[in-house]
């Protein structure tokens, strides 16, 4: 895991954006392909790759031969289920209370 900055770097300045408010856990790779994109445009760029794989050729003849498999489904971030989890998690402990 990596820590990396919700809004990237490049649109704060270097003070601001080493906020903890501004941190998040990230994988190395999401890190890494992430960039300098906001969370969402990211999360768009990662929703398109199935779309950019069909202009492949060998990818059309693993779908054709049933080597790949698609699916589509919602693209949730590490911190996001934690947030989830956490949420839900206070919420039981606030009912038992």
């Known amino acids: 895991m990596q820590i990396d ?7 704060w300045n ?3 954006s080493n906020d903890i408010n501004n941190l998040m856990p ?3 790779s999401c890190n890494h392909y992430k960039r300098a994109h906001s969370l969402e445009t990211f999360r768009r760029y ?4 199935p779309k950019k794989l069909k202009e492949n050729y060998i990818y059309k003849i693993g779908l054709i031969y ?3 498999i698609e699916n ?3 693209i949730k ?5 934690c947030e ?3 949420h839900h998690d206070f919420s039981r402990v606030k009912k038992d209370c």
């Open 84 to 86: 989830k989890k956490k």
């Open 77 to 81: 971030f590490y911190y996001e289920e």
């Open 14 to 16: 270097t003070e601001r």
């Open 5 to 11: 900055h919700f809004i990237p770097q490049r649109r």
């Open 26 to 28: 990230s994988c190395r």
């Open 72 to 74: 589509e489904h919602p």
């Open 46 to 49: 990662i929703f398109e790759i």
């Open 66 to 68: 049933g080597n790949v």
